[in-house]
């Protein structure tokens, strides 16, 4: 917010009241220095005293840096962390404990911790901890503006071009279904594959018009309680008839009714593109499998089929942008390279990712976590 001093948000998750607010004196005066020489970051800090506590806070407060106690009433530090969102959309943390040792310390590292600060520790020590993390934090805020810059040019510039191509694409796909009804024979035929290579490159331009609308920032979220499991039943219904065509069965494992903060839309790509690829790639007579699984963690689709499976070497790349495994066997297949891809930039939209496990000519798994959306900051709120 331009003119407004910069500020960070600590919680503090600790049983000891007289440790909190002494870490709450100490902090509230202290400023950090930002990358603008003229400015300084001021830290607003709030308390819990429980993990439970810590993680309901989060809700409404949510914090760039957490200070959290390993051993805690009931839910302890470790299992906090284990429920804090990561892929850097999290809040950084900071663990302080009594009980430091060097495999707690381990630990709380391999879970996402950045830093480990034991007990007793002076204000000079917790100063040091905290402008260390708070500079990082400072710093990925500024490379996160830089690079969601980058992304809105892009956006823009794909949105000039595909309306730009949309149209004589429009005109071309016209004049073909014109030609098509008056010309017989063998003709005909090579009209028809030319109205499917345009259809594919309309494709291609709404897909990379989705991708580049999700990762501008630029696409409008509906966020609202979804029910997953209705999503899901749509989208298998979609992929019925071109199942029905290779005789693929599709197998649902699902509770009667999941509900999950989301947006519809996006769900429905999520969803869509893994079936759609399940059945694609597979092969006649096979099947897929599909589960779907709520907790306290979010919840978590895998869609396994029984198709031409990908090679070790290839899954390194699949989830980059045009991205297609080309060999003897996906070479009549249509596409755009995109899909996998956009499955990933949602998951991590919440929180999440998407995984495979495949081998060739065996099959693939692809696994989805998500956690539920956390709603945009109201308008004017500090940042």
């Known amino acids: 917010m331009s003119g407004a001093e910069p500020s960070l948000r600590v919680l503090v998750v600790d049983d000891e009241e007289a440790l909190g607010i002494g870490v709450r004196r100490v902090l509230e005066p202290f400023r950090v220095p930002t990358s603008d020489a003229h400015a300084e970051a001021a830290l607003e800090v709030r308390i819990a005293k429980s993990g439970e506590e810590g993680l309901a806070v989060l809700k409404d407060f949510p914090a760039d840096l957490v200070l959290l106690d390993y051993k805690l009433p009931g839910m302890n530090g470790i299992e906090v962390l284990r429920r804090l969102p990561q892929n850097g959309r999290g809040p950084m943390v900071i663990m302080i404990t009594a009980y430091a040792s060097l495999e707690t310390a381990v630990k709380a590292t391999k879970m996402g911790s950045y830093d480990f600060l034991a007990k007793p520790f002076t204000p000079e020590e917790l100063r040091y901890a905290v402008r260390k993390a708070a500079e990082h934090i400072l710093l ?37 279904d014109l030609l098509v009804e008056k010309v017989p024979g063998p003709p005909a035929q090579m009209l028809g594959r ?188 500090k940042v």
């Open 140 to 176: 990925r805020r500024h490379a996160e503006k830089l690079a969601s810059e980058r992304r809105r040019i892009r956006f823009e510039f794909l949105s000039v071009l595909a309306h730009e191509l949309k149209a004589p694409l429009d005109a071309v796909e016209g004049y073909l």
């Open 194 to 381: 030319c109205q499917e290579r345009i259809t594919g490159m309309k494709k291609l331009i709404l897909d990379l018009l989705d991708l580049t609308r999700i990762e501008s920032g630029e696409k409008n979220r509906d966020l609202r309680r979804v029910d997953l499991v209705a999503v899901l039943r749509r989208g298998v219904e979609t992929q019925l008839p071109r199942a029905g065509k290779k005789e693929v069965r599709i197998e649902v494992d699902a509770p009667p009714a999941l509900e999950f903060l989301a947006d519809e839309g996006e769900m429905e790509i999520v969803f869509n593109n893994l079936l759609s690829n399940a059945v694609k790639y597979n092969r006649p007579g096979g099947r897929v499998a599909v589960a779907l699984r709520g907790g306290p963690d979010g919840v978590e689709l895998s869609v396994a089929d029984t198709g031409i499976g990908i090679a070790e070497e290839d899954q390194r790349k699949l989830f980059k942008e045009f991205v297609r495994i080309r060999n003897s066997e996906t070479a009549g297949i249509p596409g755009s390279g995109l899909g996998l891809s956009t499955v990933r930039k949602l998951a991590m939209l919440y929180g999440g990712d998407v995984a495979v496990e495949s081998l060739s000519g065996k099959g693939a798994t692809f696994t989805v976590h998500m956690r539920e959306a956390v709603p945009a900051p109201v308008a004017g709120a």
